[in-house]
């Protein structure tokens, strides 16, 4: 138990002065007293499981098992006990649920009505279920029952008696705190018709204590949710035959089962609410003291509403999330910590939109670092913070801070990152930019994990526009005329700064020298940043973005030579039929400067031959160089594709060198016959480091091979996939495409989502096609030999890629969709690899 001097004021935590009151209580209770030495302290929660259960039940469940958590650290016996009320009417079909299947259990009770769903002994059972089975992930320690099971072994036979003896007693409370006789002719007690099974439509009128039965009908029209049958009986109230109406089973349940707490929402606590007539029920005719927070002569109060955007949870309205669905918002433990942060009487208001997210994950963070010492507060906050804490963690808080990664870097980390080993690839940026040293355990991989997922279902789903990340693929003239002239120097500056690995501080120095050097705000570098790499002004923090990124990609688009055009290829019936081609846009996309001159007729002007194109299977080679710019090289023939036309460049070596991309600078486009088509430019090999050959030699070069042949074996297939996909789904506009060594990328715009399903039968389409071992060709366009085409079967259009030349090589595909947006799908494709 924690207590701390505060300006001479003792200040303990609200939960540990919950545990001094109850132990004062019972201490002071002899017939308390007895049920504690008999049973241990017992807190005490229920639920009825009428369908599915909210977000807001499980602040309760939370804190009950707070109050024993603590209970148990002070030395006390305690145990939380959570009941499901199933012996309850089922009094509504749920939405979801075959409503005519339903329709004829309305009344029943709900151990009588059968599951949804196979493995559950009744409807009751699957739904309060759904929860318990997620206490050990959120840390809730608690002892199961059932209300129903109770009825039936007898447990409230004595409490049963004691109200049907006091039926008078117990309409004069009700009397008493409304102001008017409620069902003066019925008695208390609900039992089950013998004839229909309802519970719902029964009414108990006559009592005969000496041979304990009842005389009751089951009454048609008493409510609207349920008929009654009419049936007219005598039976013995015990030992499961019936229930006691939930305000006055409220009150027996407490000296039944022994309970000392038992809290509940505000709304039950109102005057003249149902904690009012229990409370009054308890003391009156049971004999018993209330639980915690109530006594005889006062209720006391409830617990603060759970929130969604401002609205109350309902088990009944269907309103929020459910606790099950938070599970998929927010991982387990930063759950309990929302809950356990706030005190009971603080509502809790959530909303996952917006920045609630990254400022509940700081905020954990900064009570995390409180904890082990690594951040200053004052006597009382730290006193705070360690039982926040303490109470927050699933099991025993842990001896040594975990590892964490902020939730703001990990959202951004997951947006940057494809799915395919995102955590192996997210440790290697971290070791990147130093936030770790050393490998991570498989528990910390684990944790990296579970936030990398919660972040990027964020990102996704609820994030505001400036934490959303796309990185645009090429800088557009629109881009370049937003940034002023100083701007794009000290942009450009900064990317020539940044070819070597730096540190977040020597980065950081740099922005405030190149501000001083061209009369700029740090700001409009930051700006001019974004603009560059996301394509609007504002994004996540700079400095750990740009290191988290590829440093040659960074390089290039800071020194503006990232920029696109587009260049659309007429199709003309000589060079391939329009029906062959299934009325697809063939776009050629260039990812250098390039300069459009009119009606100037094609010259072959390039000064590399493509060894590519003659065999793309080719691995080493011997050239010539022609030209050194600084580390980029160019031979008079090479094996090494150029970046462009969306397939990634080459990497490889240059006499032992090590290529890390190859580009293409200075192409023309010239329109033949109303056809605009890419002429002449260099082909750049850029090397790691200034080259220690001259003009003029001969070298050695290879490839890196095995990114070249899965980056093949992908281009192929990205061309198999897009022509089942507009089989399927009919033409769509073709926006982008990207194609390297991992997955091929594909853009198209579409007012409508792609159906998974239709995918599906894509992906089977696409797999069966390239099960065929089908014959794959590239050549020159009969009418312009600069225009490539790839043919497969009855498959014809533009490419001037790389490609396989059989589809047995490709082996399996994998598809998958995802939506960017209003108006754009993308179709990603990857290789199955085989065992």
């Known amino acids: 138990m924690k207590i701390m001097k505060e300006d001479n004021k003792e200040w303990v935590y609200w939960t540990d002065k919950v545990t001094q009151e109850v132990k004062k209580r019972v201490e002071n209770s002899p017939i308390l007293k007895k049920t504690v030495k008999e049973r241990g302290y017992i807190v005490y929660d229920e639920k009825t499981p009428s369908g599915k259960i909210h977000i807001g ?3 309760g469940w939370v804190i009950h098992d707070c109050i024993a958590k603590s209970m148990r650290q002070a030395g006390m016996n305690a145990r939380f006990i959570l009941s499901s009320d199933d012996m309850d009417p089922f009094d509504a079909i749920p939405k979801n649920l075959d409503q005519e299947k339903y329709k004829k259990y309305l009344g029943k009770p709900m151990i009588h009505v059968p599951s949804p769903v196979e493995g559950y002994k009744h409807y009751g059972d699957y739904y309060f279920r759904q929860c318990t089975d997620k206490f ?3 840390g809730i320690e608690a002892e199961l029952e059932s209300t129903a099971k109770r009825y039936i072994n007898g447990d409230f036979n004595k409490t049963i008696k004691i109200a049907l003896d006091n039926a008078d007693k117990i309409q004069g409370i009700y009397k008493k705190i409304y102001g008017k006789s409620v069902g003066s002719e019925k008695l208390p007690f609900n039992p089950i018709c013998e004839k229909c099974g309802s519970i719902g439509t029964t009414v108990a009128y006559e009592w005969d204590s000496e041979k304990e039965i009842i005389k009751y009908r089951c009454v048609p029209g008493l409510v609207d949710w349920a008929e009654g049958c009419g049936f007219e009986g005598e039976i013995s109230p015990y030992n499961g035959n019936g229930k006691l109406p939930w305000k006055v089973e409220w009150a027996a ?7 000392v707490y038992e809290s509940a929402g505000k709304d039950h606590f109102t005057l003249g609410g149902s904690r009012s007539i229990s409370v009054a029920i308890a003391c009156e005719v049971f004999n018993y003291l209330p639980p915690y927070p109530s006594t005889c002569e006062n209720i006391g109060k409830g617990y603060e509403f759970f929130l969604v955007g401002g609205k109350k949870m309902s088990t009944s309205k269907g309103l929020g999330s459910g606790f099950v669905d938070m599970f998929d918002i927010l991982p387990a433990y930063m759950l309990r910590f929302l809950m356990v942060k706030s005190r009971p009487e603080t509502a809790i208001d959530f909303t996952p939109e917006g920045n609630t997210l990254p400022l509940l994950f700081n905020e954990f963070e900064r009570v995390e670092k409180v904890y082990f010492g690594l951040e200053d507060a004052d006597d009382r906050t730290r006193q705070n913070a360690k039982r926040i804490y303490e109470l927050s963690s699933i099991s025993e808080a842990p001896k040594k801070k975990p590892f964490r990664v902020s939730f703001e870097f990990a959202s951004m980390i ?13 440790e290697e940026i971290l070791a990147k930019i130093g936030q770790i040293d050393r490998k991570l355990t498989d528990s910390e991989k684990n ?11 964020w990102a996704k789903n609820f994030a505001p526009e400036n934490y959303r990340i796309q990185v645009i693929e090429s800088i557009s003239e629109d881009i370049i005329n937003k940034l002023s002239s100083q701007q794009k120097e000290s942009i450009m500056s900064l990317g020539n700064f940044l070819e070597k690995e730096r540190k977040d501080k020597e980065i950081w120095a740099e922005i405030n020298k190149l501000s001083e050097h061209f009369s700029i705000k740090p700001q409009e570098i930051f700006e001019a940043a974004y603009l560059v790499l996301l394509g609007k002004e504002k994004g996540p923090r700079l400095i750990p973005f740009i290191q988290s990124l590829d440093r040659d990609f960074v390089v290039e688009k800071f020194t ?6 587009e260049i659309k290829i007429a199709e003309t019936d000589d060079v391939i039929n329009k029906k062959e081609l299934n009325q697809q846009k063939i776009t050629i996309q260039l990812e250098n400067n ?7 007729m094609m010259n072959e002007n390039e000064m590399t031959k493509k060894l590519f194109y003659e065999d793309p299977y080719q691995k080493e080679f011997e050239a010539k160089v022609i030209e050194i710019q600084d580390t980029k090289v160019v031979l008079d023939r090479t094996c090494f594709y150029p970046e462009g036309g969306g397939q990634v460049g080459d990497s490889g070596e240059i006499n032992g060198i090590k290529v890390i991309n190859t580009i293409k600078e200075g192409a023309e486009i010239v329109k033949v016959n ?5 002429s002449g430019g260099k082909v750049f090999h850029v090397l790691e480091f200034t080259p220690n050959f001259s003009s003029g030699d001969t070298v050695k070069s290879s490839i890196d091979w095995d990114r070249r042949y899965r980056t093949m074996k992908l281009h192929s297939a990205s061309h198999i996939m897009e022509y089942f996909l507009f089989q399927i789904f009919g033409e769509m506009e073709r926006l982008g495409t990207n194609v390297d060594n991992k997955k091929d990328r594909s853009d198209y715009g579409s007012q409508e989502k792609l159906n998974p399903e239709k995918l599906v039968e894509v992906e089977k389409l696409c797999n069966d096609f390239i099960s065929k071992s089908k014959e794959i060709r590239t050549y020159p366009s009969t009418s312009n030999e600069n225009i490539r085409v790839w043919e497969c079967d009855n498959i014809k259009m533009f490419c001037g890629g790389t490609h396989v030349k059989n589809t047995s090589e490709i082996g399996k595909i994998r598809l998958k969709r995802e939506n960017k947006g209003a108006g754009k799908e993308r179709v990603e494709t990857y290789l199955v690899e085989s065992n």
């Open 560 to 565: 503006l030579k990232n920029k696109e055009s």
């Open 674 to 678: 109303g056809q605009e088509i890419p």
């Open 136 to 138: 050990g992930e959120i």
């Open 414 to 426: 997951a947006q940057i990152l494809p799915d395919e080993n995102i955590v192996e690839r997210a």
């Open 594 to 600: 390039v300069s459009i001159k009119e009606e100037k």
């Open 57 to 59: 039940s499980a602040r």
């Open 447 to 457: 944790n990296l994990e579970e936030i990398l997922k919660y972040a990027n279902m």
């Open 253 to 259: 349940k407490w000296p039944t089962v022994g309970v």
